[in-house]
T-cell receptor, first 115, second 112 residues
Framework: AQKITQTQPGMFVQEKEAVTLDCTYDTSDPSYGLFWYKQPSSGEMIFLIYQGSYDQQNATEGRYSLNFQKARKSANLVISASQLGDSAMYFCAMREVQGAQKLVFGQGTRLTINP | SQTIHQWPATLVQPVGSPLSLECTVEGTSNPNLYWYRQAAGRGLQLLFYSVGIGQISSEVPQNLSASRPQDRQFILSSKKLLLSDSGFYLC???????????FGNGTRLTVT
């Protein structure tokens, strides 16, 4: 069974600093996708970035990058130059690519950006 | 472009009353559809998923059921709500393969 672990319940960062949110995963499938979502206080789930298990390069999307270390089974999210609007819950998730292709979530990290 | 609609946004229901939450997707065909529940400050728990019309799989035995009467319509129901059914319910759709799931805006359900 797939499992996602986020060990940081909360993070506090000064505005404009970079922040790394940790995520480790466990799966026996050779093919999978890793995702990060942002959930602001309004509750919507906003897709940020994706990494495929066979991708050779780390994914980047604007200020977001995914530090993918396959051997360590980690997929950390790096946010550069943090902004006040980055304050939210962040969820790491894994999607199997067989069968129902369910998305399994970690427990999330609450990120607070201080001015 | 694809959009997903979920309603209502908030709902307060007494214990023992029925429930019906609806989710529809536009701009795509034969999507995989999912219902998740999120307890306060927690991660998302998958409740049901569907890979086609009339095909429903349940992840967690509970007081809820789901139906997919049309290709792009997914309904979450209960005949009698329990206090423990309170939570934030999110519908999502996704294509086959590595693509992300896209979520509706959610329904905040309070059972009193």
């Amino acid at each position: 069974a797939q499992k996602i672990t986020q060990t940081q319940p909360g993070m506090f960062v000064q505005e404009k600093e970079a922040v790394t949110l940790d995520c480790t995963y466990d799966t026996s499938d050779p093919s999978y996708g890793l995702f990060w979502y942002k959930q602001p206080s309004s509750g919507e789930m906003i897709f940020l970035i994706y990494q495929g298990s066979y991708d050779q390069q780390n994914a980047t999307e604007g200020r977001y990058s995914l530090n993918f270390q396959k051997a360590r089974k980690s997929a950390n999210l790096v946010i550069s130059a943090s902004q006040l609007g980055d304050s939210a819950m962040y969820f790491c998730a894994m999607r199997e690519v067989q069968g129902a292709q369910k998305l399994v979530f970690g427990q999330g990290t609450r990120l607070t950006i201080n001015p | 472009s694809q959009t997903i609609h979920q309603w209502p946004a908030t709902l307060v229901q007494p214990v023992g009353s029925p429930l019906s939450l609806e989710c529809t997707v536009e701009g795509t065909s034969n999507p995989n559809l999912y219902w998740y529940r999120q307890a306060a400050g927690r991660g998302l728990q998958l409740l049901f998923y569907s890979v086609g019309i009339g095909q429903i799989s349940s992840e967690v035995p509970q007081n809820l059921s789901a139906s997919r009467p049309q290709d792009r319509q997914f309904i979450l129901s209960s005949k009698k709500l329990l206090l423990s059914d309170s939570g934030f319910y999110l519908c999502a759709w996704g294509r086959q393969g590595y693509s992300p799931l896209h979520f509706g805006n959610g329904t905040r359900l309070t059972v009193t």
